[in-house]
């Protein structure tokens, strides 16, 4: 017995050397009945376990370290906001200063509108004088207006005025009732 059918191509005979090797592995894994299980490669699926609890074990890890982040970036977040709302009162205060200290409601616009003293010729302590005091004052140049519709310059002069006429009035009307009564006495004497 000759080998003589023997193929000269190296790539073939490592091919077939590799099959027999496969065939000779496998035999031995099947007729081995202390290794053999039934339909199930119980080192891979071991493998499989120990990946699965490693990736576990890494996925809680990295849970843990962003768990901490999240709580270290609450602390800095409830840091600010109380530094945040402590600058705002600070400035609330200021605000507030400044406004009872520069911001007397005299000094404002609107006191000047919401003044019951403004047109009724009363000098309150806090008050200034009007800006003119007459139509020819020493403020008033040739180009001013010196007369406003509802401004009146001598409204305590006007009142005083006004009452001397109303009573004035009346006692000139009580002056001729009693004249008429009298005179009707008369006629009444007469007839």
């Known amino acids: 017995m000759y080998k ?3 193929s000269s191509d190296p790539k073939e005979v490592a091919a077939i050397e590799a099959r027999r090797n496969r065939e000779k592995d496998r035999q031995n ?3 081995n009945v202390k290794n053999r299980v039934m339909g199930v490669d119980v080192e891979a699926l071991n493998n499989q376990v120990e990946e699965h609890k490693l990736q576990e074990a890494r996925e809680r890890n990295k849970e843990e370290a962003y768990g901490t982040k999240n709580v270290h970036y609450d602390l800095v977040a409830q840091m600010l906001e109380k530094e945040e709302a402590k600058r705002a009162r600070r ?21 000047k509108l ?9 000098v309150a302590q806090y008050r200034e004088p009007p800006a003119c005091l007459s139509d020819n004052g020493p403020f008033c140049g040739p180009a001013s207006m010196h007369c406003f519709l509802g401004e009146d310059l001598d409204r305590a002069s006007f009142l005083r005025m006004q009452q001397q006429q109303f009573r004035y009035n009346l006692d000139r009307q009580l002056q001729e009732q009693q004249q008429v009564r009298a005179e009707q006495k008369y006629a009444g004497k007469i007839i």
Do not use: S, T, V
């Open 4 to 6: 003589a059918d023997l």
């Open 29 to 31: 894994r099947f007729f």
């Open 91 to 111: 400035m609330a205060k200021k605000i507030q200063d400044f406004r009872q200290q520069k911001q007397e409601f005299k000094n404002r616009c609107e006191f």
């Open 114 to 122: 919401q003044d019951p003293f403004q047109f009724q010729g009363c």
